[in-house]
């Protein structure tokens, strides 16, 4: 997607030469020092797109996120099915924010408080069955995204044509074995496995879903490192500054669906 979008098309405003160059008269050494001493611009002054100001647009939808959580915790008690309803939302949000050409920081916070009730709701849920199971999900969705973002800042893993190639047709694959795993799940009737597929069927003595899992989180891992490369392209091709907004919601889609497939593997393991 962002290969296509036209803020990343190369930039040329700054090849030409300026007419202090091109009259043969440079600047005096006290206009150099007195330029080399003016504070660094930022984003808002410039326009453009860093790194820094898309760590705060980052930080503050995961804050909203992190605020709906305790909402829908609190209310899956007394609302047992709001997390469904917050679900149907958040994936409407998402459509929307996918597909509208332009990042929209209304939306993209509207996204992230309905998602951090679905979140909420669901961990609820898995808490009750499986006690401490919330705390684990946690902590290893935090590492994933630790170990990656490190592995991305060192250069030993970068996105690659053939790797988002496979990564594509695997998501495929995954999106649709996740709707025939649904349709077992709700029409299988009483004695059916809760899992569905991932909890009856067995691959050398494991069941099918901590397979998937495992394949799952790698998936979300490289899911990741598309998304640093979209920022750190970004960056390097000076796009608006509103495409923060982008990178932001990239990273928090990849982070939130790492964090349910972790938590489901943890909950399948258990069983």
Known sequence: MALNNPAFTRNDAFSEKSSSTATGAGPSAAQLQAMYDQPAASAAVTNRMTIDDTIVKSTVSFIVLL????????????????????????????????????????????????????????????????????????????????????????????????????????????????????????????????????????????????????LVVIMAAYSLVLDFDFIQRGVKNRAPRKYGWSGAFGIMVTVIWLYLEILRMFAISRN
């Open 67 to 214: 605020i709906g959580a305790a909402v829908g915790w609190v209310t899956a008690q007394q609302l047992p099915g709001i997390w469904i309803a917050a679900a149907l939302v958040g994936f409407l949000l998402a459509m929307v924010n996918i597909f509208k050409r332009e990042p929209s920081p209304a939306l993209i916070l509207a996204y992230s408080a309905v998602q951090g009730v679905f979140v909420g709701g669901v961990s609820f849920y898995y808490e009750e069955q499986y006690p401490g199971i919330v705390v684990q999900a946690v902590v290893a969705t935090l590492v994933v995204v630790g170990v990656t973002l490190a592995l991305f800042a060192s250069g030993k893993i970068r996105a690659s044509k053939k790797a988002t190639k496979v990564f594509l047709i695997a998501m495929v694959g995954y999106l649709v074995f996740s709707l025939v795993n649904v349709m077992i799940v709700i029409f299988g009737g009483p004695n059916a496995n809760p899992w569905g597929l991932s909890g009856s069927v067995h691959i050398f003595g494991l069941p099918l879903g901590l397979v998937l899992g495992v």
